[in-house]
């Protein structure tokens, strides 16, 4: 077994692709021939939602695979149609690790040290069950919280370091009212400038081969002034970086994510590669009947876009 | 439909008991006769534990349901036995809410707006599938992490508004290290102080008949001397106040939560219940087969415990 670091550098060599594709259902722009194929399930509903759900990721997955090495859902889309929701989280994620993808959970976690201990295990660890072990969703890595202190953070880097896995501290998010309290000014720095430090630090005991640390950051792409100056302040982790696409980031908001050796940042999309059929020019192009055309040449647009800021930065 | 805090005191005043018992379980302390029950469910392993878990749940609130008007779940705990772990979440919540009990979802969510959204939904609100209205978790609050601002929280009071639910802030946590963070000086204030105004104020929108909001927050009993400040800054906040037992918060720690009504807060004990078969003075005087008796008794001491501050509060 590999650092997560080295796991993600590998995979982004092989697709020659640092996109994320977020994994985020919504129900109502799941394509209609999906929905249809479980309408017998339609009580109870929340098992139907789910069935639709996990029914979908499988074809984007099949779609996206051939381009992209990383996957992201966002539990929270699943926790919204209960423990079947929770059931579909469980089941596309071993869907994608069956199709060699790595699967950050965007789970956002962060509790005091006993509790985080288990979100921690329940996300990227194990947990006993009498004698038997159990991997419960085994994500390859999970966002976490840094809002309750270095206690709390602990039992997600001792998880990580023992099963190889990452995780990715909020340190700017990517909401537009991310600064209220992310960038109040303590002493001579802004709050996120402290976190982003305290990252980088937390990061100096799992560094791989290649450089970069198995704890990394998430940094909206909605705020490119704060960016470089993140990127000093932790240059061994990576950042993952939503906000691309439908949340307004560009290719020029992004670019400073990157090191000059090409790496360091994974940038995610999520609907505008999953629901690229419902967007200008994929809209008028394919429409929701040839929606995986559309999603499929979202994607590849994408990697083309982001590829050509690797080959400015490492100039 | 009342609004959450009258709903809430109402509860207090029916129950004489301002105590939150935390349904935390942790599979290894609990009791074997329940375990030997589901023991030809042993694989699949989670759901046996989840099935486990769910049993005792039921147990603990028959007990409990004489003494007390609110449970708080902790997600993590179930989250740790997968899907199946939410599965028992979700029963226990059921469960406990046609025991007449009011149900605190111990999520600490926080995201981006449209992500929150979908969080407040699963949590308090509800879901639409094609024409069916589903409410997958149904509980009457939850605990939310504002670290990503009044955008991420919005949704959260909306939902809450328009079902009559709640939400707890985390303002000052119980951990050890919570003050890292939480206790920056930025300009004239702490951190947790700022976010304490921002919760009073996003309360006032909410605020029911006896003059509490439905937007309460979370402060750790383990911090005695930032309660009195704390208090001020949020006078119409009910305290969902953690630490309490086994984490090492006594009476007079707690004591400053409360208003001159006698009202203002609730006082979480988790371990020190469901557990206290396990810990002196229980421990010798009734042992694990007895542990009914032991979590009913602790019940009752703590109830008596606080009441005391009451009294002497409200002189």
């Known amino acids: 077994m590999q650092n997560f670091s080295d796991h993600l550098i590998a995979i982004i060599r092989k697709k020659n692709s640092c996109v994320v594709v977020g994994l985020d259902p919504h129900f109502k722009l799941i394509p209609d021939d999906i929905k249809q194929k479980f309408l017998n399930l339609h009580k109870p509903s929340l098992e139907y939602a789910a069935r639709v759900i996990l029914e979908f990721n499988i074809q984007v997955i ?146 791989g081969k290649e450089g970069y640390s198995a704890i990394g950051a998430v940094v909206g792409a909605t705020f490119p002034k704060e960016i470089t100056t993140l990127r000093k302040v932790m240059p061994i982790a990576f950042f993952l970086v939503p906000g691309y696409g439908a949340q307004g980031a560009t290719v020029q908001d992004i670019k400073y994510c990157f090191n000059k050796d090409g790496l360091g940042a994974i940038i995610n999309a999520s609907r505008s590669i999953l629901y690229a059929y419902d967007i200008s020019p994929w809209k008028e192009k394919y429409g929701i009947t040839a929606w995986k055309e559309a999603t499929r040449e979202a994607l590849i647009k994408m990697n083309e876009e982001i590829n050509e800021i690797f080959l400015d930065v490492t100039k």
């Not at 006993?114 to 996300?123: M, R, S, V």
């Open 62 to 207: 099949d779609i996206i695979t051939p381009y992209v090495g990383i996957v992201k859902p966002q539990i929270a889309f699943y926790e919204l149609y209960g423990w079947w929701g929770i059931w579909a989280y469980a089941e596309t994620i071993k869907y994608a690790k069956e199709k060699g993808l790595i699967v950050i959970g965007d789970v956002k976690r962060g509790d005091v040290p006993t509790t985080a201990e288990a979100y921690a295990n329940a996300h990227i660890g194990e947990v006993y069950v009498n004698d038997t072990i159990e991997t419960p969703f085994a994500a390859d890595a999970v966002t976490v919280n840094p809002f309750l202190g270095t206690d709390s953070i602990l039992p997600f880097i001792q998880t990580a370091k023992k099963h190889n896995k990452g995780i990715f501290i909020l340190v700017k998010t990517s909401n537009p009212l991310s600064g209220e309290f992310q960038n109040l000014i303590c002493g001579k720095k802004k709050l996120h400038e402290i976190i982003a430090e305290k990252t980088n630090e937390w990061g100096k005991d799992l560094i």
